[in-house]
């Protein structure tokens, strides 16, 4: 059975950093592709960062030069580095592993940035 455990949300002030971590288990993991998406109420669901089964990362404008994806491949975990977190960063965090047309969700951790 496939899982990915979200871990490390929760409540920070503006300005603040989280390091988010997704453990997977059930997959190979290092032949996957992990992303990390969010989805604030009453939106939808958007990406935050990918990196691929070959460390190459991409991010979402917005995210950019905040934010670090990373993987270790030896305990199946794709972290998600987050510094001078805003307001508008609050949404619930949902791990993501793809490969080819095979794709799995995580539940989501809540990050809530608020003074």
């Known amino acids: 059975q496939v899982q990915l455990v979200e871990s490390g949300g929760g409540l920070v002030q503006p300005g603040g950093s989280l390091r988010l971590s997704c453990a997977a288990s059930g997959i190979i993991f290092s032949i996957y592709a992990m992303g990390w998406y969010r989805q604030a109420p009453g939106k939808q669901r958007e990406l935050v960062a990918v990196?691929?089964?070959?460390?190459?990362?991409n991010y979402a404008d917005s995210m950019k030069g905040r934010f670090t994806i990373s993987r270790d491949n030896a305990k199946n975990t794709v972290y998600l580095q987050m510094n001078n977190l805003k307001p508008e960063d609050t949404a619930v965090y949902h791990c993501?592993?793809?490969?080819?047309?095979?794709?799995?969700w995580g539940q989501g951790t809540q990050v809530t940035v608020s003074s």
């Open positions: 993501n592993a793809i490969r080819l047309s095979v794709e799995y």
């Open positions: 990196i691929t089964s070959g460390g190459s990362t």
